[in-house]
């Protein structure tokens, strides 16, 4: 038996922020008609529960303008709608399940769309799928395929990838430069074997000098 998702909501004008709160989806599949019908699949949980949604939105959609983004704790859309107008509500005719909830930290009111900033969302900041747009989805069967993209959230591993930058570690290998250290050992023997060589010079002069010495007495005698 299948399980629906909690839903948050906002909107301006122009657009419709819809959340679909589900962490570590997997099989996702989602889909978004010009009619304005959501449908949403996916599993989640470690006993891979089926989660499913059908919502009837208010009003037409601009779909080729519509993004998506699936990331590790919800699925977030900017939807575009078709023509520019408050709806004020997300589902069409009556009340709206409980399951779906206004997201008022996305809110903005009609009165401040005006203002700087408000409402002005991308899927920049979003971890996941980065933006991607409903259009080129190909529907729940090319969804399929975000299933494997869902793992997409598993790329922020691949930042992991990163790690390899421990092999920055293999910069330890400059300790191999205290190797440089036997250069030192080195140029000490070579010290001492100049030292030594120096030693037995001196040790020929003063031989060289005694046997002078030698030579002068011994013509001193004659």
Do not use: Q
């Amino acid at each position: 038996m299948s399980r629906h998702p909690e839903v948050k909501w906002a909107e301006t004008i122009d657009k419709i922020f819809l959340t679909v709160v589900l962490a570590d989806s997997k099989e996702t599949k989602v889909n978004l008609l010009p009619e304005g019908v959501f449908d949403f699949s996916a599993k989640a949980g470690p006993e891979n529960h089926v989660y499913e949604l059908k919502l009837e939105l208010h009003d037409k959609v601009n779909v080729e303008e519509s993004k998506i983004n699936i990331g590790e704790r919800s699925i977030f859309c900017i939807i575009e709608k078709a023509e520019p107008a408050r709806w004020d509500k997300l589902i069409r005719g009556g009340k709206a399940p409980h399951y779906v909830k206004v997201d008022w930290d996305k809110w903005v009111d009609e009165d401040d769309e005006g203002n700087a900033g408000a409402g002005d969302m991308d899927m920049g900041g979003m971890g996941g799928m980065g933006g991607m747009d409903f259009s080129s989805l190909g529907g729940m069967a090319g969804l399929e395929g975000l299933g494997g993209m869902g793992g997409l959230e598993g790329l922020g591993g691949m930042g992991g990838m990163g790690g390899m930058g421990g092999m920055g570690g293999m910069g330890g290998m400059g300790g191999m430069g205290g190797m440089g250290g036997m250069e030192e050992f080195e140029d000490s023997d070579d010290e001492e074997e100049t030292a030594n060589s120096g030693d037995k010079k001196d040790e020929a002069a003063k031989e060289e000098a005694k046997a002078e010495e030698l030579t002068t007495s011994a013509k001193e005698d004659k």
